[in-house]
């Protein structure tokens, strides 16, 4: 019934949030934040898999950050912050 692994939500894996804050890093996030994240990243391959993924968005959104900040690019941040703090 397409359970696996992946879809489990164990309680150490991370969250698209997560790794998002994480890709932000020193904005938004604790040192001990970022210390289980990445120890986490380094033992779950479904999780590095996911942060590649996000990292190569986030590149091409940090090149747009380099220009004077978007609305789109201000409200995703806004967005990011407000969900992290729920
Ligand atoms: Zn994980």
């Given at each position: 019934?397409?359970v696996?692994l992946d879809?489990?939500?164990?309680d150490g894996?991370?969250?698209?949030?997560?790794?998002e804050?994480?890709?932000?890093?020193g904005?938004f996030?604790?040192?001990?934040?970022?210390?289980?994240i990445n120890?986490?990243?380094?033992?779950?391959s479904?999780c590095?898999r996911r942060y590649?993924?996000?990292r190569m968005f986030?590149?091409?959104?940090f090149?747009?950050?380099?220009?004077?900040?978007?609305?789109?690019v201000?409200n995703?941040?806004?967005?990011?912050?407000n969900?992290?703090q729920?």
């Amino acid at each position: 019934m397409g359970v696996t692994l992946d879809s489990i939500n164990l309680d150490g894996c991370l969250g698209d949030n997560e790794i998002e804050l994480f890709l932000l890093q020193g904005y938004f996030l604790e040192q001990k934040q970022k210390e289980r994240i990445n120890q986490h990243l380094s033992v779950c391959s479904a999780c590095f898999r996911r942060y590649i993924e996000l990292r190569m968005f986030h590149d091409i959104l940090f090149s747009e950050l380099r220009k004077p900040i978007s609305n789109r690019v201000r409200n995703l941040v806004k967005g990011l912050q407000n969900q992290h703090q729920e």
